[in-house]
């Protein structure tokens, strides 16, 4: 069984977030945050977060993801 900062690491090498089947997780090839695959498809993003996240590019829970969105509702 893969832990979650065995994980992480090999996200991050492969540029796309990694899949889990034993915890049914995809984690996060930036933050590295697991997110349960079924809720990704399911509410816990919109289309287009689960885009970039499924490109690589983070996840709603990555530091400079949830700083945007602050900005954005500060405007």
Not at 17 to 42: A, F, M, Q, R
Not at 46 to 72: A, H, I, V
């Amino acid at each position: 069984m893969i832990t979650m900062q065995e994980a992480f690491k090999e996200a991050k090498k492969q540029g796309y977030p990694k899949y889990i089947p034993e915890e049914h997780d995809l984690v996060c090839n930036i933050c590295g945050e697991p997110w349960d695959n079924w809720g990704v498809s399911h509410g816990d993003m919109t289309k287009e977060e689960k885009r970039l996240f499924y490109q690589g590019k983070g996840c709603p829970s990555c530091p400079s993801k949830k700083k945007e969105k602050n900005d954005e509702t500060r405007n």
